[in-house]
């Protein structure tokens, strides 16, 4: 559950302030999938930032799983950012000193997991990267950095999955095994995932879209699927754009198509 209240962003630039963000208010319930769109410069990075807690909003509060997060301390961000919220950035952001298996052992190793390195390695066998566990991120192509980086992001298991643009810099082949991957961490964990996208097909696969314009809320519509069309192209997730199949949880409080 993800709730953002009234959240403003307000920064200095060029000798004066500019409003990032105005007054942005809206709830994720548990489980459900939220495109975030909107032009470039909208703000979409920013709000996703402080979701997760990277940064702190000039006014207004996030509360995730019940805690208030705008109120934590560094530490105690960074140790219930590492519980309850995955990230994932357009441009990977792996630790380049790194191998990927030491990559996605560090979040458990931070967590105190004793078996990290076998829990990092079932987590790479997970995104079909086991026999590049060695390999450190400049010998990975993008897809691969990026599945090491969706790997390490839910590590520890989160709630919560944030990624923005995670296909920004992947081809649409590479991108949609990415997504493939997201979506089958929701369909199979329940984790609430919130992401941000350029592509109007994948933010249509969602089951909701909110869509920015400077800085605020344009728009919030709830998109649901047919209970047929789940049925007839079964369980897999294909691996095209169009992702034709989400078995909803049955107490996914979606709504309707309005
Ligand atoms: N640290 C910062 N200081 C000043 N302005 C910023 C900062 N970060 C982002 N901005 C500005 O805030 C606006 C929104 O940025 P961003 O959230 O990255 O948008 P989006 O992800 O939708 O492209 C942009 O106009 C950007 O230039
Ligand atoms: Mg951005």
């Not at 994720?28 to 990075?45: C, D, E, F, R």
């Not at 109120?71 to 357009?90: D, H, I, P, T, W």
């Not at 979040?107 to 997970?126: F, T």
Request: some cysteine; glycine content about 8%.
């Amino acid at each position: 559950m993800i709730s953002v209240e009234h959240v403003s962003m307000i920064l200095p630039a060029a000798g004066r302030s500019v409003t990032i963000l105005e007054d942005i208010t809206f709830t994720v319930p548990p489980k459900q999938m939220v495109a975030v769109v909107g032009p470039s410069g909208s703000g979409k990075s920013t709000l996703l930032g402080l979701m997760a807690g990277l940064d702190k909003p000039t006014s207004g509060s996030i509360t995730l799983e019940g805690t208030d997060i705008t109120s934590l301390s560094e530490n105690r961000m960074a140790r219930f950012r590492r519980e309850k919220v995955g990230y994932v950035f357009q441009s990977f952001h792996l630790i380049p000193t790194l191998t990927a298996l030491e990559n996605v052992a560090v979040p458990l190793e931070l967590s105190g997991e004793r078996a990290a390195g076998k829990r990092a390695a079932e987590l790479l066998a997970a995104v079909g990267l086991s026999d590049r566990r060695g390999h450190y991120p400049v010998q990975l192509s993008g897809g691969e950095q990026q599945r090491v980086a969706v790997a390490r992001a839910f590590a520890c298991r989160p709630p919560i999955l944030l990624a923005d643009e995670p296909t920004g810099n992947l081809d649409s082949a590479t991108g949609a095994q990415v997504i493939e991957l997201l979506l089958a961490l929701h369909r199979d964990y329940g984790t609430t995932l919130v992401l941000v996208t350029h592509d109007t097909t994948l933010a249509a696969s969602m089951q909701r879209v909110l869509s920015l314009r400077d800085g605020r809320v344009e728009s919030d519509s709830s998109l649901s699927f047919c209970e047929s069309t789940v049925e007839s192209t079964g369980e897999r997730l294909s691996s095209e754009w169009v992702i034709p199949s989400i078995p909803l949880h049955s107490d996914s409080p979606i709504e309707p198509n309005s």
